[in-house]
């Protein structure tokens, strides 16, 4: 009979993501924690343990089919709630330079408690920041550091845009999570003279066919 951990390594490799033994287990461990936790803080509304394979990890990391994350790019995912994709982008491209922005405070402690026990942060390039984006958005040590910024939640780019743009390096790019065709293209319209305002600007929109989900793709085009 096969471990839980190699029934995930095979889906992921089903859906064309390659997992070595390591982070098959990183994953498990990551699937695990975030259950124990969601018992006693709200953490996923997502129970089931294959939903949270394809919903959360592989849901995270389809975004690599249209970019290209590089070992030593600087990341910061923007409102991550439990990690995602954040944590999930960094089990799988190790080298990236990671930064969290989580709000909560109840769901930083388990950021923290998540990057130890997955030992994330042996190269101490995985940094929680618990408070508002807006906030962050303005101290000067995380003002234009980034080369890539994400955003996996339901706020629309428009008001996104204030505090994910300043992130951004002269060429860093924002990818925002989003779901519906008829709503991408509304919140890009709406978000285009604020966008344009801050310096920048959609770049594309990556929409594959098989799974209701797309990424809305924008790039600084001054600083």
């Known amino acids: 009979m096969e471990n839980h951990s190699s029934v995930l390594k095979e889906t992921f490799n089903q859906h064309g993501f390659p ?14 924690e975030l259950l124990r936790w969601n018992e006693r803080i ?7 343990k294959v939903e949270i394979t394809h919903k959360h990890f592989l849901d995270s990391l389809r975004v690599l089919e ?13 409102g991550t709630g439990a990690g995602f994709p954040g944590i999930a982008l960094k089990i799988y491209v190790p080298g990236i330079r990671l930064t969290l922005v989580e709000a909560s405070k109840k769901k930083g402690s388990f950021l923290r408690f998540l990057i130890a026990k997955l030992n994330l942060h042996e190269k101490a390039d995985v940094e929680v920041l618990t408070e508002r984006a807006e906030v962050c958005a303005q101290d000067p040590n995380h003002t234009g550091a980034y080369d890539w910024a994400f955003t996996r939640y339901v706020a629309t780019i428009r008001d996104s845009a204030a505090y994910c743009v300043p992130f951004l390096k002269p060429t860093g790019k924002w990818v925002a999570y989003k779901s519906g065709k008829e709503i991408i293209d509304t919140e890009i319209s709406e978000s285009a003279m604020s966008l344009n305002a801050l310096g920048g600007d959609v770049e594309t929109v990556f929409t594959p066919r098989i799974f209701d989900r797309s990424y809305v793709l924008i790039r600084r085009v001054n600083a």
Do not use: K, M
Not at 22 to 28: I, K, L, N
Not at 42 to 48: E, G, Q, S, W
């Open 42 to 48: 709200n953490l996923t509304a997502i129970t089931d």
């Open 66 to 78: 249209h970019i290209a994350l590089e070992s030593g790019d600087t990341v910061i995912d923007i």
């Open 19 to 32: 997992l070595t033994a390591h982070q098959a287990a990183q994953f498990e461990v990551y699937r695990d």
